[in-house]
T-cell receptor, first 112, second 115 residues
Framework: SQTIHQWPATLVQPVGSPLSLECTVEGTSNPNLYWYRQAAGRGLQLLFY??????ISSEVPQNLSASRPQDRQFILSSKKLLLSDSGFYLCAWSGQDSYEQYFGPGTRLTVT | AQSVTQLDSQVPVFEEAPVELRCNYSSSVSVYLFWYVQYPNQGLQLLLKYLSGSTLVKGINGFEAEFNKSQTSFHLRKPSVHISDTAEYFCAVTDSGAGSYQLTFGKGTKLSVIP
């Protein structure tokens, strides 16, 4: 069966520090991968999605970036965090020809 | 582009009472529809989906939803709720013919089950 992992689970970082969040999927190959941010009362905001290694599409201009160095690995990064980057970050995957997305457990990021 | 409206941000309901969580989407083109549940500090879990076929869809945990194309709605129902159903529920939609696998999510409805 397929599983999706995210780490770390929680993170507290000062403003201006770098960020690296990692997401890995097991039990499937060539998945579509997604990064979302969830802020209180605002639902889910799609940040990035990827249909293959090195293929990243950005949905929202911001100081975040994403990379997909391996088929089942998706990384969210920032060079300098802002207070507004605080939130709950969720990674998800779907099959290449499938619409259902399956979510990881999330990372709670607090920028202080 | 699609948009999703979940009319109720919070729904309190007594234990063992029925509940309906409302979801409306913007476009009448062919769509796929989903309901997800999120427990505190966890990821989203797929409750049910409508891709085609019967407009009444049954999901996990006793939930069901009905696709109504003319009203562009996909309301979620449960005949008798339990304390464990307390969570936030998200409706999501995608255009089936758009060639994109991106989902558009509503802002969520927090269901609180009162003992």
């Amino acid at each position: 069966s397929q599983t999706i992992h995210q780490w770390p689970a929680t993170l507290v970082q000062p403003v201006g520090s770098p960020l690296s969040l990692e997401c890995t999927v097991e039990g499937t190959s060539n998945p579509n991968l997604y990064w979302y941010r969830q802020a209180a009362g605002r639902g889910l905001q799609l940040l990035f999605y990827s249909v293959g290694i090195g293929q990243i599409s950005s949905e929202v201009p911001q100081n975040l970036s994403a990379s997909r160095p391996q088929d089942r690995q998706f990384i969210l990064s920032s060079k300098k965090l802002l207070l507004s980057d605080s939130g709950f970050y969720l990674c998800a995957w779907s099959g290449q020809d499938s619409y259902e997305q399956y979510f990881g457990p999330g990372t709670r990021l607090t920028v202080t | 582009a699609q948009s999703v409206t979940q009319l109720d941000s919070q729904v309190p309901v007594f234990e063992e009472a029925p509940v309906e969580l409302r979801c409306n989407y913007s476009s009448s083109v062919s769509v796929y529809l989903f309901w997800y549940v999120q427990y505190p500090n966890q990821g989203l879990q797929l409750l049910l989906k409508y891709l085609s076929g019967s407009t009444l869809v049954k999901g996990i945990n006793g939930f069901e939803a009905e696709f109504n194309k003319s009203q562009t709605s996909f309301h979620l129902r449960k005949p008798s709720v339990h304390i464990s159903d307390t969570a936030e529920y998200f409706c999501a939609v995608t255009d089936s013919g758009a060639g994109s696998y991106q989902l558009t999510f509503g802002k969520g409805t927090k269901l609180s089950v009162i003992p």
